[in-house]
């Protein structure tokens, strides 16, 4: 019952001087407002690369030609960098255990003729596995099938950006497209994947067997069996550490790499590529979040200084309520209420602000803000943690005052 | 109910020691209505502030009902300031933020009374000493009279064992000065201890025992006859 008293004195001192209780929370709402936006912005940031990089598909690892071979050398020339042949491809369907799909990949950019329309957008030369490698869907019409792929039929599935620009509305399935002037026929559309992270249409593509693709649209470097990489999408989370390893190994015996050498190829596992980049963002929303509590500390000192001014100010107060009973710890509790109570209401205003403001972020700078489920209780213990911090040098000045002395003050 | 033994307070000023009170031997019994004269530096302060419990003695034994208050602890003795003494100030002392009413509740605050009957009481005293029309008023609000008198309300909340006063007529015109010390009387007659500190020989002429002080020592104790 004492302490309910003593949360109603200080909460009448707050409200006794609106204006200057106002001016010293100012900082910890500034302070609170800046950490959850900073937070809400790494957040967002994080969400949007791993929907993009596991837009690229799950248990994935991308198999590609390394074109920094040795050292020393200078540039190897046009191709040189292009090791990886469909007879890698094929090897590791056969010979790596737990393999769900593999798809070896050309790909290139061309012009598209549909009736008039015309279009330029990247091309890609695939096997049928490539749809479950990439976790891609076909929405109308077919994806082609084995046979096609083989014998390099002039088929494709196009992306719905493409279907769009080429024939509006129109169902483009069944129709006609000439691609760097070679005439395919479109047997479907995939599924929309959206835009990537970092704001490519994943949308505007064209896929259609890797034998109609190869040479007579992505150019002389492709030629021959000759692939630019190779999706390898494990049957599981677990096999994944294994088939990359084991992937490896393939291919350095299959290119006869002696031990020592350096590999002729990469192979990058999108499961790790997904921890280091959020493991790289999370570093950055740390460090903006701290220079941002900076100023929240910043705020604490506006109000440690504010209630050395009160206890000042209310030397006599003090007295008196010593006078009449209060013992040294109900002046303490009641300047450290106080104290928590402004840096609280200052929380409390800048976690709105906060969430407003990473609102407005989102809406106005297409940058993507999602506010932590977190950002609240942590904001209003923080600012808690500021006021009683901060408060308790002047709680303690204020209850190790004198009664006679703080009575004798006029 | 009171008795100072062998009281002494001495204040260490640079290097030289000033005792304040030098040996200070006194009793005062229940009902009596005591006044502590002596012109400024006599020690009739330190008295007042040992005797309210805001301070300890150096040395000698201070004992209030027979208990030893020289002895209490900080919150022993707050404790002893809210339940057995009711402090009467010359500037009033009341907090310019709550009402009459609200002035009076704080004693009973700290001492631990239920809000309901805290409001009762307090528009109870209040009542007692002619303000019950003015409860709900900020001390800016009222005369100075009004303002000792709301003081005084305050000083008998948690009904103290002693009521002490110091110079209580010091900020007031003689008129509300003397009302105020027919209101001290009337409480004396009621039966309430009561002991004011002044330097003003017309205040103490209406105490039935006057204890002078100069020099930290006691130098004269008179009694008159009831008038």
Redesign the interface.
Known sequence: MRFVELVRFASSAIVAHPMRSVLTSLGVVIGVAAVVIMTSIGLGAQQRVTASISSLGSNLIIVTPNFQRGGGFVSQGAGAGVTLTDGDAEAIARQVDGVAAVAPQVRGQAQLIAEGANWSTRVEGVTPDYLIARDLTVDAGRMFDDREARQGRKVAVIGRTVARQLWGDADPVGQRVRVRSVPFEVVGVLGSKGQSAFGQDQDDVVIAPLAAVRSRITGRRFRGDVVQQIYVKAGSEDDLDRVQEDVGVLIRERHRIKPGDDDDFQTQNMASILQASQAAIATFTILLAAVAAVSLLVGGVGIMNIMLVAVTERTREIGLRMAVGARRSDILIQFALESVALSLVGGLIGLILGVLGAIGVAKLGSWPAAVPPWAGPLSLGFSMLVGLVFGAYPSWRAARLDPIEALRRE | MIQFQNLRKVYIMGDEQVAALDGVSLSIARGEHLAVIGPSGSGKSSLR?IL?G??RPTSGTYRFEGEDVGAFD??GL??F???RIG?V?Q?F?L?P?LSALQNVE??M????V?PAERRERAAGLLDRVGLASRTGHRPTQLSGGQQQRVAIA?AL??SPDLLLADEPTGALDTHTGQEVLALFRQLNADGLTLVIVTHDQEVAAQADRRVSFRDGRIIEDERSAPA
């Open positions: 502030n309210g805001l301070d900080d919150d707050a404790a300031r809210g339940r402090f100030f500037s002392q907090l933020r704080l004693p605050v700290y001492a631990g239920a305050r909340a948690n």
